[in-house]
């Protein structure tokens, strides 16, 4: 499992991960994204892993990165 962090200082706002993530992810009123679920760092469900893998690197600012969560 993993989160997703979004460096927003990063991000120009084009939405491409909204569209690979709209399962997740939503734009605001200016173009960034922010998780549906209102969390600043969304967990990534099991069955969106690869769509949230496809979405770091295509993210053409760098902006997106996973964060693996660690099992207890
Ligand atoms: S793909 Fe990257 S630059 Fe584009 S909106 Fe998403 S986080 Fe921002």
Same mark, same amino acid.
């Given at each position: #499992?993993?989160?997703?962090?979004?460096?927003?200082? %990063?991000?120009?706002?084009?939405?491409?991960?909204?569209?690979?993530?709209?399962? #997740? $992810?939503?734009?605001?009123?200016?173009?960034?994204?922010?998780?549906?679920?209102?969390?600043?760092?969304?967990?990534?469900?099991?069955? $969106?892993? /690869?769509?949230?893998?496809? %979405?770091?690197?295509?993210?053409? #600012?760098? /902006?997106?990165? $996973?964060?693996?969560? $660690?099992?207890?």
């Amino acid at each position: #499992m993993s989160r997703l962090h979004i460096d927003w200082t %990063a991000c120009d706002g084009r939405g491409v991960c909204t569209e690979l993530l709209e399962e #997740m $992810l939503v734009e605001d009123d200016w173009g960034y994204p922010v998780a549906r679920d209102g969390q600043r760092e969304p967990v990534v469900p099991p069955p $969106l892993e /690869a769509a949230a893998k496809q %979405a770091v690197d295509r993210c053409p #600012m760098l /902006a997106l990165r $996973l964060l693996r969560l $660690l099992r207890r």
